[in-house]
């Protein structure tokens, strides 16, 4: 097993990623249905699909073959377009979110 996996193993005492996000999902039922149970599905997917995107761009630095690298590498693409999806439908449903990403650029660029 290479460092990296061996390290973020040791690391991992928690239960598995899935696993907490499953139950993040099974919490929201006992929410009232609405614009805040929505972003907070909206939040958990989007948690989901970035953890993705770590995973298969692991799997694409593991692979041994350049067609198993490559679809890694084109799954992770897609994973970051479902991450899009979730922030474009959270921005229209809760504007304060697109507020704050443009805060964040505006932050960045006077920082770099
Ligand atoms: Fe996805």
Excluded: C, W
């Excluded at 499953?22 to 929410?31: D, K, L, M, N, R």
Aim: charge should be negative.
């Amino acid at each position: 097993m290479d460092p990296i996996t061996k390290q973020i193993l040791k690391e991992e005492k928690r239960k598995s990623f899935i696993q907490e996000l499953f139950v993040q999902a099974g919490e929201i039922e006992a929410q009232p249905k609405g614009k805040e149970r929505d972003l907070q599905i909206l939040r958990i997917g989007m948690i989901a699909e970035l953890d993705a995107v770590n995973l298969y761009d692991r799997l694409a630095q593991l692979a041994s073959s350049p067609q198993v690298t490559k679809l890694m590498k084109d799954v992770a693409q897609e994973e970051k377009v479902h991450a899009g999806e979730f922030e474009t439908l959270m921005e229209r449903i809760d504007p304060t979110y697109e507020e704050a990403e443009k805060e964040g650029e505006k932050e960045v660029d006077e920082l770099l």
